[in-house]
């Protein structure tokens, strides 16, 4: 096991843990070796190998309680707020292969909720984006973003079919620095029933994103909506970092 001059032992170790569950050196129903087995290969101390175990089990990838050999899971991708990352990063650095279909690209009049999201006028030009996202060529998440005019205009100049918007803005110099996140669920309407292949009133898992420039100026909010089957949401915190998570009502959200 290597380890970056920068990076915990434990992190070093759940990445390499990740890795060979990923690439399937563990497959689902396998036991991991045991906490004093894994200490010995990775040259690393019981508390730092508990560590990686837990990170691991908050992404779903082990079972098990501590003590025992944790045993590989149903792997379902889990995406991390402790980085904030686009689709494609996220896809990517899961080992898995992302795509995109673009369904609609449009400038038209903001509704009421995306000018307050995006703290606009009512009716104020945004540019709209409806994409159909893919892991490993299998639809696993729809996606409605609605951009800033300034912002959004740049995307006429780019396939979106081709790969990170963000990315593109980014090279652009467009800052996309801060991310409020809403999760839910909702079920599935006539057009998420539609791309995604599910029966209308399917459960989704709907991520609510806020995107603000560093400087505090709304720039983007999308309403993506995951097969639950295929991805969720991990947050990991310590007793000396707490992450910032805040339950809202959902009248609110």
């Known amino acids: 096991m290597s380890q970056s001059n920068h990076e915990p032992k434990h992190q070093v170790l759940a990445d390499e843990l990740r890795r060979r569950i990923r690439n399937g050196h563990w497959v689902e129903g396998d036991a991991l070796p045991s906490e004093s087995q894994l200490s010995v290969q990775a040259g690393a101390s019981r508390g730092t190998v508990r560590q990686a175990l837990a990170a691991l089990r908050s992404e779903g990838l082990i079972t098990g309680v501590q003590g025992k050999p944790p045993v590989v899971a149903h792997a379902v991708p889990s995406q991390p707020f402790t980085t904030f990352m686009s689709f494609t990063e996220w896809a990517l650095s899961s080992g898995r292969v992302p795509g995109q279909r673009t369904i609609e690209l449009a400038k038209r009049p903001a509704d009421r909720q995306v000018a307050a999201r995006l703290e606009l006028e ?4 945004v540019v709209q984006v409806l994409r159909l996202r893919l892991l490993d060529e299998v639809p696993a998440m729809l996606e409605r973003s609605s951009f800033i005019l300034p912002v959004g ?22 800052s996309l620095d801060r991310g ?13 029933s539609r791309l995604l ?3 209308a009133g399917t459960p989704l898992l709907r991520e609510k994103r806020l995107t603000r420039s560093r400087a505090g100026q709304a720039m983007e909010f999308s ?14 915190n310590t007793s000396e ?13």
């Open 122 to 125: 009512p009716d104020t030009q």
């Open 153 to 174: 205009r740049l995307l006429f100049d780019f396939d979106t079919d081709t790969g990170s918007i963000f990315g593109f803005l980014r090279e652009q110099g467009i």
């Open 180 to 192: 409020q996140h809403t999760i839910d669920a909702v079920g599935a309407d006539e057009v998420d």
């Open 197 to 199: 292949g599910v029966p």
């Open 223 to 236: 309403d993506d909506r995951y097969l639950p089957h295929l991805a969720n949401f991990s947050i990991e």
């Open 241 to 253: 970092h707490r992450a910032t998570l805040v339950r809202v009502p959902a009248s609110v959200a």
